[in-house]
């Protein structure tokens, strides 16, 4: 059973866009949330992250919104840059330790 | 270097040999984490130690895997036995604020293990 889902396998955006990317959990203890980005013959790269004590958390060009009551968050980027064509895996904590990652969506921001 | 080191990049094994890989940890972190990623999924937790000793194994998927961390730094996944199904790209992350709420983990850039 996956507990953590990101249905959508790719997004195509083009630059200068917004691009929003979902993320769907099911375990209720999941606290803390976090994107990693990954890029080919790399590990992933820490981009955000939320604690469930908050419902949105921003950096820069990112933005993450957290709806507990939904099980449901997503990544905003905004605008959109070449350079951010990856895929982003959603990931999920219950205790501080493991985490319990999606599958991952192909980001493609389009020039 | 400043971030996770894991070697090798790559590996390729046949069936039925054992295996060693390699990670070191940012320096002063005293969390270690293995993830197992297999094509088109997410990495998929294995092992967490909290300095010397493994504080969460259950990821593990049967007894032919081992994973040590003897000085509380360098960590070795060992692998027995190995099977075809065992292919697919190992990661290691270290963190320094483990079973807190903001426990970013950092990630080395994996080892690819094939078994032929």
């Known amino acids: 059973d996956q507990q953590v889902k990101q249905n959508s396998p790719s997004l195509s955006v083009q630059e200068g866009r917004i691009s929003i990317l979902n993320c769907d959990y099911t375990?209720?203890?999941?606290?803390?949330f976090l994107w990693y980005k990954k890029y080919p013959a790399e590990g992933p790269t820490f981009l955000i992250s939320i604690s469930s004590i908050k419902d949105k958390n921003e950096d820069g060009r990112f933005t993450v919104f957290l709806n507990k009551s939904a099980k449901h968050l997503s990544l905003h980027i905004v605008p959109s840059q070449p350079g951010d064509s990856a895929v982003y895996f959603c990931a999920a904590s219950a205790n501080g330790n493991k985490l319990v990652f999606g599958a991952g969506t192909i980001l493609r921001v389009k020039s | 270097g400043a971030g996770v080191s894991q070697t090798p990049s790559n590996k390729v094994t046949e069936k039925g040999k054992y295996v060693e890989l390699r990670c070191d940890p940012i320096s002063g972190h005293t969390a270690l984490y293995w993830y197992r990623q297999s094509l088109g999924q997410g990495p998929e937790f294995l092992i967490y130690?909290?300095?010397?000793?493994?504080?969460?194994d259950s990821g593990l998927p049967n007894d032919r895997f081992f994973a040590v961390r003897p000085e509380g730094s360098v960590s070795t996944l060992k692998i027995q036995r190995t099977e075809r199904g065992d292919s697919a790209v190992y990661l290691c992350a270290s963190s320094s604020r483990p079973g807190t709420d903001y426990n970013e983990q950092f990630f080395g850039p994996g080892t690819r293990l094939t078994v032929l």
């Open positions: 130690f909290q300095g010397t000793g493994a504080a969460d």
């Open positions: 375990n209720s203890m999941f606290d803390y």
